[in-house]
């Protein structure tokens, strides 16, 4: 028992629901995202792959973003999390708790900024939206949602603004 992974755990977790879906909503550290966060890209994995390949020079503006205090990343990393992480949920004490291992959590959206955290100097706490007891096509049937139902601002407004 002396090999068994610790478990973590933290609290303030709301459990939300959504049409027919359930994910928990917390903050986690970078440091702990870092280490316990997988991406896996369509070109290393064509058959469960589906995030693009890592840009690490994004990886890196981020990392220095946040090590220059510049400001905040306030949006929600999407995580599924794996059969291996063990993830339980107390709904008594509002937390989660799931084994200390790498490749613990899918990345579904963020893997730039889990990156980013994992080159940074600096810890934060991340906001998280955690899906359990998701199989490889909801997993990436969520992807495609979140990636293509979200719309950019256009660059003429953003140029507009920061005049």
Do not use: W
């Not at 609290?11 to 959504?18: A, F, I, M, P, R």
């Not at 966060?37 to 994004?58: H, M, T």
């Not at 994992?118 to 706490?125: F, W």
């Amino acid at each position: 028992m002396d090999n068994e992974p610790n478990r973590l755990s933290f609290g303030t977790v709301s459990l939300v629901t959504q049409g027919e879906h359930r994910f928990y909503t917390t903050t986690i550290p970078s440091e702990v995202l870092a280490r316990s966060c997988v991406a896996i890209s369509r070109e290393e994995n064509n058959i469960d792959g589906f995030q693009r390949v890592l840009d690490r020079k994004r990886a890196q503006d981020i990392a220095d973003y946040i090590d220059n205090g510049l400001g905040t990343i306030p949006s929600s990393i999407v995580l599924s999390s794996q059969d291996d992480a063990e993830l339980i949920y107390d709904s008594k004490r509002k937390s989660i708790s799931f084994k200390d291992i790498p490749q613990a959590f899918l990345i579904l959206d963020g893997q730039h900024r889990v990156f980013g955290f994992a080159l940074a100097k600096k810890t934060l706490r991340v906001p998280v939206v955690i899906y359990d007891n998701l199989n490889k096509r909801e997993e990436s049937r969520l992807f495609i949602d979140i990636n293509s139902k979200q719309k950019g601002v256009p660059s003429e407004l953003l140029l507009d603004i920061k005049k």
